[in-house]
């Protein structure tokens, strides 16, 4: 693990597209118990701090609508800033039509011409071969790029094992895991290297588990969306435990779990206001002394608990 860097800092996904060591994560904007002037104030701070990349995705209720309406007062994607989205399937229809029209939904809704980062989004919902079948969804992606409709192209799923062996057919930019890298689990590690060797730029989402390491000291019980297990809720309690030993905040220990790790690009971190991003960024900053690091690695829980290769 290397020292954690300035969570502004800028990394390149490939040709035309960097991105910040953190990326504001846009999916909870598009619900409605967010409000318009609330949406409207996180997407601009989003799109005008320092921070490089806004992540989005067509099926994430109305956040590219709200994203283009923002988009449309700024005049465009501010300089040295990114809007990155996902193709989804329409009900049961992941077709590679369904690709290129879900593409066509995120162009208008954003109200752009083209779309810099564009990500295979939750390939488990179908097979591995259907994804990858002529005709399919990857193939429709991939052609979309060829014609410059699409910058870069990315999947974005859950189980690690399913993601490795999408990064391991060398035609990716780049890949989103998420609440497989945190303080609980481990089990993204043979995914993060799988692409280091393929080249792949590597976004880590949900570092705080779906939110049961975002609250400091009480532990949310839920990880990953779904009942906490007694084995999580034990090492949370002992993590806690011992970041308060350092004066650390939870929260700063599983963010910069991920940030630190030199096989990660970027890092989602979910806002549904402005001051969740300036959260984000005071607890990438945080000092946590080495010892605690070496403390925490051994408080992880057993792998029999994390998330398995069928996404449990």
């Not at 009480?218 to 990880?223: A, G, K, L, N, S």
Request: aromatic content about 4%; some cysteine; charged content about 20%.
């Amino acid at each position: 693990m290397s020292a954690s860097p300035d969570p502004a800092a800028r990394r390149v996904v490939g040709p035309g597209v960097e991105v910040g060591v953190l990326t504001v994560g846009a999916s909870a904007l598009g619900r409605d118990r967010v409000d318009d002037e609330t949406a409207a104030a996180t997407i601009t701070a989003a799109l005008t701090g320092p921070l490089a990349a806004l992540d989005t995705g067509n099926n994430y209720g109305r956040s590219e609508q709200r994203i283009g309406a923002v988009l449309r007062v700024l005049g465009g994607v501010p300089a040295g800033h990114v809007v990155a989205t996902k193709v989804d399937p329409a009900g049961d229809d992941f077709s590679g039509d369904r690709v290129r029209r879900s593409v066509e939904e995120s162009l208008e809704r954003l109200g752009l011409d083209r779309l810099p980062l564009v990500h295979l989004h939750d390939p488990e919902r179908l097979t591995f071969e259907a994804a990858t079948a002529p005709g399919g969804p990857l193939e429709a992606l991939l052609a979309l790029r060829d014609e410059g409709v699409v910058g870069l192209v990315g999947v974005a799923g859950g189980p690690a094992a399913m993601m490795e062996r999408f990064v391991r057919l060398g035609v990716f930019d780049a890949a989103v895991t998420h609440n497989r890298l945190t303080l609980l689990d481990r089990s993204a590690d043979p995914l993060l290297d799988a692409a280091v060797e393929h080249g792949v730029a590597v976004f880590s989402a949900a570092p705080f588990g779906g939110g049961m390491l975002a609250k400091d000291p009480q532990p949310v019980p839920t990880y990953a969306y779904r009942p906490a297990t007694p084995e999580h809720v034990a090492a949370l309690t002992a993590i806690a435990e011992a970041c308060a030993r350092y004066g650390v905040p939870v929260p700063a220990a599983a963010l910069q779990l991920s940030t630190r790790d030199p096989r990660v690009t970027s890092t989602i971190v979910g806002a549904t206001r402005p001051q969740q991003i300036d959260d984000a960024l005071a607890w990438a900053r945080h000092p946590v002394p080495a010892d605690l690091w070496d403390e925490l690695a051994t408080l992880v829980p057993d792998r029999r608990v994390w998330l398995g290769p069928d996404g449990r």
